[in-house]
Nanobody
Framework: QVQLAESGGGLVQPGGSLRLSCAAS????????MAWFRQAPGKEREFVAA????????FYGEAVKGRFTIPRRNAETTFFLQMDRLQSDDSAIYYC????????????????????WGQGTQVTVSS
């Protein structure tokens, strides 16, 4: 059974940092596309960032570009999101997700193309 488990969320002040982790189990993710999405109350699920293990390339949503980073060295079973210069608009539930294969660029921002999802971790940015 495939499982994705997020951790690292919490309450942080504006301008602060958090590092989210996603522990993956139940199958090989050696060639997978791993991603983070987020959803705030009353809003649609939003693409945050993605990492294609085959090639090691990363992609970011416009709202987080320059502030959030996926470390290029991710273990096969653990996936991270480094979030810096957090803003109140970043408050949301953050979800780790995975697609078994390498998604093409035009598909990796669409949540419907991912097969496995974690339960989410709450991030709240507030003073």
């Amino acid at each position: 059974q495939v499982q994705l488990a997020e951790s690292g969320g919490g309450l942080v002040q504006p301008g602060g940092s958090l590092r989210l982790s996603c522990a993956a189990s139940g199958r090989s993710f050696s060639g997978a596309t791993m991603a983070w999405f987020r959803q705030a109350p009353g809003k649609e699920r939003e693409f945050v960032a993605a990492f294609r293990r085959s090639g090691g390339d990363t992609f970011y949503g416009e709202a987080v570009k320059g502030r959030f980073t996926i470390p290029r060295r991710n273990a096969e079973t653990t996936f991270f999101l480094q979030m810096d210069r957090l803003q109140s608009d970043d408050s949301a539930i953050y979800y780790c997700t995975a697609a078994p294969g390498r998604l093409i660029v035009t598909r990796l921002r669409d949540a419907g193309n991912y097969d496995y999802w974690g339960q989410g971790t709450q991030v709240t940015v507030s003073s």
